[in-house]
RNA sequence: GCCGGGGUAGCUCAACGGUAGAGCAAUCGCUUCGUAAGCGAUAGGUUGUGGGUUCGAAUCCCAUCCCCGGCUCCA
């Protein structure tokens, strides 16, 4: 992206949350009007609009909403301007304190030396910096969401606020986009498909967090795997496979116990000593590297793993496949020298762009987290290989020309790293893939290997996953794809349809020779209307359906339909099977199929 | 963990102090059909769990588990 586009972009978005953040104020206004006792808080745009957090004796719920939209309607029509008025500490003190608004109070005692500005639309002020658009008549095409509880401030130890979302965009057309993708998302959501297409659940009696994957979505999973695994050795990977359980002392060891300890399982005693559930691989392949005295000639070494990891998440954020309990890591961990880090980095790129393009995903942003000099907290490992690191992650993105956000000071304490945000079909961004340099866990292992010279050096280390976890993965896969997987992931991909009994052995024939063929091939012998197989088979998402009738039988054809809808007669076997073939090995995304 | 909303048949939901119901799915019949639901019958529930109030609880109260929307955190 060039400079002027970006700054066009920039600009974009800053009057865009101008409005969100006008809105805000005006919500808050009809809020306070409605709810006589509530105290505002504070009330920011976010990504896809805004909201506000408010103290309030009432309860609020959707069925507010619309009284609250219709009062903020007459507001904005108002056509009042949004006026900014820079005001003493004391003055504006006095104002909240008179007006019985104790967050504004406290929101002042941190403002210490900073400017004040109040800025005022009609009868409402708010304590604010600003960022306004010039009139309330600008607010016109806006929804309010949902009402949740939110800290004041974050802060778990704080009151809890009810926070109340919503959106807002500069035409109606935009708000009705974004409404039709909050209603997609909807019909996306993994966990309604997942339960539809009987992917996988989740077991109440087993516990929360925990998936159970079901025939279908344990061939995907497998298919997934399976590509993954053959990938990863093609390109010098070692497969390893370690433990799901370890000695607390490893966990001392790698310092997880101190750091880490909030989001492990309890100890489990056996024969006087404790053990405990993995939260991570990197000790395990830690330990495979450490086995034996390691030469320069070995590095880089690439230990990857799937690697069943368990964390003891709170239950309030457990969410469907996206954040769970139990949940298995494409993870690999590459030792290597110095002066190997870009070329080790680079490969870590490379194969991560495959991954995307492989499961037909086209956008993504990337985001560089590095140090901040400014605040050299707790970092742990050698400047100069902090140095040596972050020059390595942004030298990779550059010379592929791939466009990336650094941030500083967004680095974990053990080292900079490279994240990926996937950019999904209707546009939304979930963070996937990961390259991070650890420069603490070799130090606490004492890592070393035999440079050229004789001497031992400490090995640098790179953690990287691809899928993040296949879990996960798979959730984003569903949502993308809305459950019309390519053929590839498919776990039916051809379902064959009798049309009447007589067909029946004809079909099991068929079936007998895709699966031959290589192709996951199922029948519906069923004694009911095409129709209705043709409604299952749809509401099953499967992408190829072969009806078979007497008129195919008698002159040896098929009749194909897609998943789409669309129709082929007359189709020799062959081709199908030819066509599939293809479509299937080279992993392509849309059928293969073209109008005659 | 916290705030709010929910758990009723495999799934989606109704009943909201007075004998627990529908559609789909399942099972059994009949139907043999040409591109998104053929017809009929049967079966299926100590209403998440435990306690309480009441003549009577799916419904009200308490506790607990799980789910949903957020907060915080994160793969």
Not at 329 to 346: K, L, N, R, S
Not at 499 to 512: E, K, Y
């Amino acid at each position: 992206m060039n400079v002027a586009a970006k700054a066009e972009k920039e600009s974009a978005k800053q009057s865009l949350d101008a409005l969100r953040h006008s809105c805000a104020h005006v919500m808050a206004q009809a809020v306070q009007e409605l709810f006589p006792g509530t105290k505002i808080t504070i009330g920011p745009a976010i990504d896809s609009g805004f909201y506000y957090d408010f103290e309030s004796p009432h309860r609020f719920t959707e069925e507010d909403f619309p009284a609250i939209e219709k009062r903020m309607r007459q507001i904005a029509e108002g056509n009042h301007p949004f006026i900014g008025k820079e005001v003493t500490p004391e003055e504006s003190r006095r104002y909240w304190g008179s007006r019985g608004e104790p967050y504004k109070i406290e929101i002042l005692d941190g403002l210490k030396g900073q400017t004040i500005t109040h800025y005022t639309h009609g009868t409402f002020t708010d304590l604010c910096r600003g960022g306004h658009c010039e009139n309330t008549r600008a607010i016109r095409h806006f929804k309010l969401l949902s009402v949740a509880g939110a800290y004041w401030r974050g802060d778990e130890k704080n009151p809890m606020l009810q926070r109340i979302y919503g959106t807002a965009w500069p035409t109606k057309q935009e708000l009705d986009v974004y409404l039709k993708m909050l209603d997609e998302a909807k019909a996306r959501d993994h966990r309604k498909l997942g339960t539809a297409l009987d992917l996988f659940s989740i077991q109440e009696l087993a516990g929360p967090g925990l998936i159970f994957w079901h025939p279908k979505g344990a061939r995907m999973r497998l298919i997934m795997e399976d590509w993954l695994k053959a990938e990863a050795l093609r390109r010098g990977y070692e497969l390893v496979s370690t433990p799901h359980i370890a000695n607390v002392e490893l966990w001392n060891t790698s310092g997880h116990r101190s750091f880490y300890k909030e989001n492990m399982f309890s100890e489990i005693e056996v024969e006087k000593a404790d053990y405990q559930l993995k939260p991570m691989n990197c000790p395990f392949h830690i330990l495979i590297y450490k086995n034996r005295l390691r030469s320069y000639r070995d590095l880089p070494m690439r230990l990857a793993e799937l690697g069943t990891v368990y964390r003891y998440e709170r239950s309030g954020v457990l969410h469907g496949l996206m954040r769970v309990r139990g949940f298995t890591q494409d993870d690999a961990h590459i030792f290597c020298a110095p002066e190997q880090i870009e070329g080790e980095v680079d490969g870590c790129v490379d194969f991560a762009l495959e991954v995307f393009k492989t499961f037909g995903f086209d956008k993504y942003v990337m985001e560089v987290s590095t140090w901040d000099e400014a605040t050299p907290a707790d970092y742990s490992g050698e400047a100069a290989d902090w140095q040596r690191a972050q020059a390595a992650l942004e030298s990779v993105l550059s010379k592929r020309g791939i466009d990336y956000t650094l941030i500083k000071g967004e680095a974990a304490f053990y080292g900079p790293k490279i994240d990926v945000k996937l950019i999904d079909a209707i546009g939304r961004p979930w963070q996937l893939s990961t390259v991070q340099f650890d420069f603490n866990l070799p130090q606490k292992f004492g890592l070393e290997y035999v440079a050229a010279d004789g001497s031992r050096q400490r090995p640098l280390m790179v953690h990287r996953a691809l899928y993040g976890s296949i879990e996960r993965f798979f959730g984003i896969l569903i949502e993308h794809y809305a459950g019309n997987f390519p053929l590839w992931l498919s776990p039916v991909q051809v379902k064959i349809l009798s049309l009447t009994d007589a067909q029946v052995p004809a079909a099991q024939a068929l079936a007998g020779r895709l699966a031959r063929a290589g192709l996951r091939a199922a029948l519906d012998v069923r004694p009911e209307k095409i129709n209705a197989k043709i409604r299952d088979a749809q509401l099953e998402k499967i992408p190829y359906m072969v009806i078979l009738g007497p008129r195919d039988v008698a002159a040896n054809v098929l009749s194909i339909r897609l998943r789409d809808g669309r129709q082929f007669q007359g189709v020799a076997e062959e081709s199908l099977v030819n066509t599939l073939a293809r479509e299937q090995d080279i992993k392509q995304t849309a059928p293969s199929w073209e109008d005659a």
